[in-house]
């Protein structure tokens, strides 16, 4: 019972932090209001409303009776009452009023109705609260005449329960609006912190991100900080170690490929010359690895300018845009270049033709990139993202590199918040589902 309620709770209370904070300081506001509005109205503005009615209805009452004892002096009776009581009192021979004129749900209503027929009985009185602004006007029947009154409407309903209404509502309009602003100011830094954190996810260098706010938020956002240039500084450590390596050994390779040209046995000769050429496309790869650990800042990338430049870099007439739409999106403009070159190539590398289209989500777009090659069995798709990994059947995915294509790929995807799938295309080649959001 509790869980459900508990599951409940959590579908309709809101998600952001903002609004959860709001209800809680708004909440006890809202209902001590309503507990104060309440008790007031039940316990001293009915109890009131209905002593002010009897009231009255007691005096129209000893009207009746001394007018019935004596109706002599009938000028100096209406004026008196006029005079002393602001009445206006009427006596005529018309007939009495059959449609009833009050309302059903008014409590003021209820409460004179209530007292009248307890006073006069059924079907021998008549009011309507409404036909005057400030006054009451009630036909009482006596015998073959009726006693007709204008009664100021202060003398029925307390006027000072409006007033006591606007007193106890605008503060508490006012404290709510204050606590907006404060729970506004309070909430930004926590904002400000998810996004920086955001950013840095998606491989972003987060430069400008002060620490604010109170004092424990401002500590989380400081730890943040420090954690985020130690990653920065180890990724780019690791970069340079890689890349000052990878470049050392190029000399030594550029001076094993000249003593090789200058030896007579030509035979040992080209097949060392293959070997070296293999390890000079591992150092290849390895620099470019080390290139997608680069600093590069973030900037806004047309998709379709971005696959209009890369079909112009290949010149290749087998490579097919297809439904290729303007969306922008932020990003690293030259890793997702790699990126994507990197999968085109290996289609085109091992099949004939690849096709590139778009899917537009409300917020993600996704990239299929397709060939009619021999595909990749399905149980080594995951295998193909890890890094050194090279697979001698199939297509022979990386046959002449170290294994770290796909490797590269699936890092620039999932640092820009992508994810990448592999499967297999209506061409019977391989599928390359790119999905990033924008």
């Known amino acids: ?76 009776f209406t004026d008196s009452y006029k005079n002393n009581f602001n009445f206006e009192i009427g006596i005529n021979n018309r007939p009495f009023p059959n449609i009833s004129g009050e309302r059903k749900f008014s409590p003021m209503d209820r409460s004179l109705r209530r007292e009248l027929k307890s006073a006069f ?17 009630i036909k009482i029947r006596n015998q073959n005449e009726t006693m007709e ?23 508490s309009i006012v404290l709510i609006l204050i606590a907006l602003i404060f729970l506004k100011n309070q909430t930004r830094p926590l904002v400000k912190l998810a996004k920086a954190a955001e950013r840095f996810g998606k491989g972003d260098y987060v430069n400008d991100f002060r620490p604010s706010g109170a004092a424990e938020i401002r500590k989380a956002a400081y730890e943040f900080d420090r954690m985020a240039k130690r990653i920065n500084r180890h990724l780019n450590q690791r970069s340079e170690m890689l890349s000052g390596i990878s470049h050392d050994l190029r000399t030594p390779l550029t001076r094993l490929k000249l003593q090789l040209a200058m030896i007579e046995q030509k035979n040992i000769s080209e097949k060392m010359s293959k070997d070296i050429d293999e390890m000079e496309s591992m150092l290849n790869d390895y620099l470019q690895f080390a290139k997608t650990q680069a600093k590069e800042e973030t ?68 990239i299929n990139i397709e060939d009619d090659g021999p595909g990749i069995p399905e149980d080594q798709h995951k295998n193909v993202f890890k890094p050194f990994v090279r697979l001698d059947k199939s297509r022979n995915l990386n046959k002449s590199s170290v294994g770290l ?14 994810n990448i799938q592999l499967g297999k295309s209506k061409y019977n080649g391989l599928q390359v589902k790119i999905s990033l959001p924008f």
């Not at 109890?47 to 001394?66: C, F, G, H």
């Not at 009985?121 to 006007?137: C, D, H, L, P, R």
């Not at 009154?149 to 606007?166: D, Q, T, Y």
């Open 299 to 366: 900037a806004k990338i047309n998709l379709s300018n971005l696959f209009d430049e890369i079909k112009k870099s290949f010149n290749n007439e087998n490579l097919f845009l297809e439904n290729i739409e303007e969306i922008i999106l932020k990003g690293r403009m030259s890793a997702l270049k790699r990126c994507f070159e990197n999968v085109i190539q290996n289609g085109l590398t091992y099949g004939k033709k690849v096709y590139v289209n778009f899917q537009k989500g409300s917020n993600i777009v996704t």
């Open 405 to 418: 294509g796909l490797a590269i790929v699936e890092d620039i995807i999932n640092s820009h918040g992508g």
């Open 1 to 76: 019972m509790f869980f459900g309620l508990n599951k409940f709770l959590k579908i309709i209370l809101p998600k952001r932090l903002f609004y959860r904070a709001l209800i809680i300081v708004a909440a006890p506001i809202i209902i001590l209001q309503l507990t104060i509005t309440i008790v007031f109205y039940d316990s001293i503005w009915i109890k009131a409303n209905k002593n002010i009615t009897r009231s009255l209805v007691s005096q129209l009452k000893t009207i009746q009776d001394v007018y019935q004892n004596n109706k002599d002096n009938l000028d100096f």
């Open 149 to 171: 009154f204008l009664i100021p409407k202060e003398m029925i309903s307390a006027s000072s329960v409006r007033l006591f209404v606007l007193w106890t509502t605008l503060p």
């Open 121 to 137: 009985g059924n079907n021998n009185y008549w009011f309507s609260t409404t036909q005057f602004k400030n006054a009451v006007e």
